[in-house]
């Protein structure tokens, strides 16, 4: 698995900066993903990549690296993550942070560097992607329906890289969480620069070993050729540096050439084994739960509104995600393709539309097609306004066939514009069940809370 490592021009995204407490670093964009989400997905990610990889177990270069990558994470543009450093033997000029933190660094990428701070320049560049979310941030933007179906699972004991994997997001080739958007890659760059600067680094190397790779052609082109360099990096760079604080860059631990010269030596990496395979799987043919909602309630809140549920059920989800799914353990099952079913309870999330401006029937249709191609036989059966705190809102009602054995389901979405994206809740029961479980549906919906309103 390899991410073609693509660095964009250096984006100014402020001007006339004359102290550090005038700039402006980037911010993480939408994310459905909470940042203790990031860290399970990350972890689980890097498992793999261990697994598929040969991570480098050689005392001297492994402290060498963790020593620059712990020195860069204290930066306060770093974020507050669990970084870890490792190196894998492969000669790629090559390097790819995961979520949450996981970062690696290819052998191959050393060798290429002519000094330690274009080596950290690199380590930057993927630390920004982390402290920025971009992975995450993709993943969220796909407009996956069935991510709080995903994010349940992963809280119930499955694996949330397994479940991703399942929606066509995993770490092959040209994977969401691996390859990132142009804009993406400048605010890295950018970000990048302020976490050299923190540390001692002189920012420019970080232009000069990519504008080297560039020149270099062959083996360092790999970075290159997915997203071309639109170039003056090395300029834009210079102009960044200028407009910080002065201060005497040439921080250098002093190991640079002893861990260079490991590298050089090292043998030839091993074919490399083993696929990951969620082994986490249900058989099908469940009977529907004898869990009936409760007429008492609680109440979940996240950053961006708030829901009352029945207390015998379970909230699967992050307060600090917009994503959760309410229902019972017992209606939350994995197919025998690793995915997360839900047959019995609430989903509530935040669909993202293609543009800035929200549309509530055209993005309600869109929503509705996705939950649709994911269920066998869906049927729209009838839609009507209605209004929640207040707000225009659209309900839909659809049937598809139950994850229950000889069952129909019956899913009603309810949807409202609302500043982060479109809100939607999903309410979903087998047909047996609708008559009993409508009420407390209507109970709920009538306890949305959006903060700010």
């Known amino acids: 698995m390899q991410r073609k490592l693509y660095v964009g021009v250096f984006a100014l995204l402020t001007a006339a900066l004359t102290a550090w407490g005038d700039i402006k670093p980037p911010k993480p964009g939408f994310n459905l993903f909470s940042r203790d989400q990031d860290i399970q997905l990350g972890r689980e990610a890097a498992a793999q990549v261990q697994r598929q990889m040969q991570v480098v177990h050689n005392p001297e270069l492994e402290n060498y690296i963790k020593t620059i990558g712990q020195r860069l994470a204290r930066s306060q543009y770093a974020g507050n993550y669990p970084y870890t450093f490792q190196v894998v033997n492969d000669p790629n000029i090559n390097a790819f942070s995961l979520p949450g933190g996981p970062t690696f660094v290819n052998t191959g990428l050393i060798a290429a560097a002519d000094n330690e701070a274009q080596l950290a320049g690199v380590l930057a560049h993927e630390i920004s ?103 003056n990096r090395v300029r834009a760079v210079t102009e960044e540096v200028q407009q910080m604080p002065r201060q005497n860059y040439g921080f250098q631990t002093g190991e640079f ?44 809140s996240t950053e961006a509104y708030s829901i009352s549920y029945p207390e015998n059920w379970q909230p699967f989800g992050d307060q600090n995600s917009p994503a959760v799914t309410i229902a019972p353990r017992a209606a939350l099952f994995q197919d025998q393709q690793g995915g997360v079913q839900i047959g019995y309870g609430v989903m509530a999330s935040y669909y993202l539309p293609q543009d800035d401006r929200i549309d509530l029937r055209r993005d309600t249709e869109a929503l509705v097609q996705q939950l649709a191609q994911g269920n066998s036989g869906a049927r729209v059966q009838n839609q ?38 479109l809100f939607y809740l999903v309410f979903i029961a087998p047909n047996s069940e609708w008559r009993d479980v409508e009420p407390m549906f209507q109970e709920m919906l009538r306890t949305v809370r959006f903060r700010g309103q």
């Open 129 to 231: 992607h982390v402290a920025l979310r971009h992975a995450t941030n993709q993943a969220s933007k796909q407009n996956l329906i069935a991510l709080p179906a995903m994010i349940a699972g992963s809280m119930a004991g499955g694996s949330m890289l397994g479940s991703l994997a399942q929606l066509g997001i995993g770490l092959g080739a040209n994977s969401v969480l691996l390859k990132f958007s142009r804009s993406a890659e400048s605010q890295a760059d950018y970000n990048g620069a302020l976490i050299m600067g923190d540390a001692g680094y002189n920012p420019i190397e970080m232009a000069r070993f990519f504008e080297k790779l560039e020149a270099k052609g062959g083996n360092g082109s790999q970075f290159f050729s997915d997203h071309p360099n639109p170039g």
């Open 257 to 300: 050439e002893r861990a260079k010269d490991i590298v050089l030596h090292m043998p030839a990496a091993k074919q490399l084994r083993g696929t990951y395979q969620d082994q986490h799987t249900q058989g099908g043919g469940p009977q529907v739960p004898d869990i009936r909602p409760s007429r008492r309630f609680r109440q979940y």
């Open 384 to 421: 009507q306004q209605t209004n929640v705190q207040g707000q225009q809102a659209l309900v839909t009602t659809m049937t598809s066939r139950s994850v229950y054995q000889g069952e129909t389901e019956v899913d009603t979405i309810v949807t409202v514009p609302r500043p982060e994206g």
